[in-house]
């Protein structure tokens, strides 16, 4: 690789933090231990290079479960394609544990930050966002996973199974397009967050724009709560959230309308005054906090 | 880094399985979390280029302590060098856990494996063995830790704060002037039969030639153990064991002459008939299994 600049990352699961093993199929603990760190990845724009996989094993998890895990881990792994090239095994007298690494390359000058942003630049999302709080409270309501509508089952498998935004944060960041980006781990809220602080500019999210899930439209109100909530503080959607100037817009879209099933949409701005807050037809709020875990 | 090959490592410490918190110092964990990581670079001669430290947390684990375990891996992180590149937090709801991955390079055709073994190649060993098992008897027989004699200490500091023989096997790779190598993380018959078995050829060990810790010929008696068995079978003393042709052996021992403060000995030999043996003056006996941790 000459010429590039390694990158690496890291990211675990654990049991009972991050996931319950009666909840969750080992082999959707597998695919998501991947995708949270590919989602990394493609926040910098790296293109992933090898990964490895670190397991701690409880001693009640069934060789079926941990074959299921490392086959959601695989599948993942040839789809993106990136090498598993190592790994560890132990035992665990607590919960089960998944740690990945990735490593990943840029070329110098083409890795995306969230510092990049300026006052004036335009926000971008990829996708839309709040299924997967959705799917954890369909979860958490203790629903019955084989008698799930259409919309509920998207929820759930957006929570599982998340994807990451490999091609289009890897596209964007070839072709300069971006100044500063970040995967939504934390929900749309703390990712405008953490974006305007490494910028050191404020932050407004236009409320109207902000591409809700169908499934988590449709889910809100029977869980008892408000779609707009889950979208600002959801977490775990891992789609992207870039700044854009805007005489990079028009290069910005050509690049992105060739990324591969994503849509993009404007749901926001850096602003020169400090601050996150949320443009509700003209009135601004306060940008509400971010996602917890259990 | 042009021209260089990528390696990469990972290796986890799991309370309760590779340490208990109330033997060993939180600043000893971190040092030896990525000890054991440095020991594996080393083994393929690899020069360590960036760390990643990626922890879970339990929630009875004092600030005191989490600084102490930063302090210690940071602190051999400086000294190894290499740079702390990024890590991960998060909470634990059993174990605290050490999970940490190691980048190297090394220049092709320049790195060590275990399997390039051959018939009639001599194995050298780096230092001597035995220690830290006899430090882990030492701890688990609840000694006072301040009335260890300076045997005892030497035992205990070899168990809790393992050296990496880094320079001596990126000096052996650099020179291409061994055929394999492997390191010692759970005792000397496992990793001959590792070498063995990789290379496709059967070892035999010279049970005279051994280099036995003196701390651990001092305590094997007390602590109820034959010496001979500590340093076959007691994990954790990461030391390196090469295979070296015989043509090979003046450079070899050129090579390692310059490694600082490491002793070599030439502890057996690979052979063409299959089988780990232990040669006890002219009498073959079965090599013993390796190590298990608690």
Known sequence: MRNELNVLTTDSLIEDVHFRRNWTSARAI???ALAVNLSDLAAMGAAPRA??????LPADLELAEFDELVDGFVTLADAAPVPLVGGNLTRSP?????DVTAMGTARPRRLLSRGGGRPGDELYLTGSIGAAAAGLGILTAG??????????????SRYEQPDARLDCGIQVARN???SACVDLSDGLADAARQLARAS??????????VPIHPGALAWATGLGQDAMQFALSGGEDYELLFSVRRRQRRAFLATTARCRDV??????RLTAEPGTWLDRAGRLEP????????
Request: overall charge positive.
């Open 176 to 178: 300069r397009a971006a």
């Open 51 to 56: 990964v490895l996989l670190s397991l701690a």
């Open 94 to 98: 607590g919960p089960l544990v998944v």
């Open 287 to 294: 940008l509400g906090d971010g996602f917890t875990h259990f």
């Open 143 to 156: 629903a019955d996973r084989t008698r799930l509508d259409d919309a509920a089952a998207a929820c759930v």
């Open 200 to 209: 050191r500019t404020g932050v407004v999210i236009d409320a109207t724009a």
């Open 30 to 32: 597998g695919h998501k």
């Open 263 to 268: 849509t993009l949409t404007r749901v926001g």
